[in-house]
């Protein structure tokens, strides 16, 4: 059974950077593809960043130029590098993998982003 851990999010100041992780174990398999979401309160769900093996990263306009999605396959681990956080980057943020044919959550990590 996957399972995913997801470390990294906390209170940061406008302006700041966090990096998010989200550890994979449990299979023989690699990621194949890989995605963050986030949700605010009383908002949807959104994609913020994915990648497909092989492919080049795709964001979110809103966090364009600021996010960076990436992986350590020999740790079966990817992260999402944030930088210049706003306060509307305020959410709880979940990634996402496809594994074996398979998809997965990780639980969420909240990060808040103060003015």
């Known amino acids: 059974q996957v399972q995913l851990v997801e470390s990294g999010g906390g209170l940061v100041q406008a302006g700041g950077s966090l990096r998010l992780s989200c550890a994979a174990s449990g299979s023989a398999f690699s990621i194949y593809a890989m995605a963050w979401y986030r949700q605010a309160p009383g908002k949807q769900r959104e994609l913020v960043a994915h990648e497909i093996s092989g492919g080049s990263a795709n964001y979110a306009d809103s966090v364009k130029g600021r996010f960076t999605i990436s992986r350590d396959n020999a740790k079966n681990t990817v992260y999402l590098q944030m930088n210049n956080l706003k306060p509307e980057d305020t959410a709880v943020y979940y990634c996402?993998?496809?594994?074996?044919?398979?998809?997965?959550w990780g639980q969420g990590t909240q990060v808040t982003v103060s003015s």
């Open positions: 996402n993998v496809f594994i074996n044919r398979a998809n997965y």
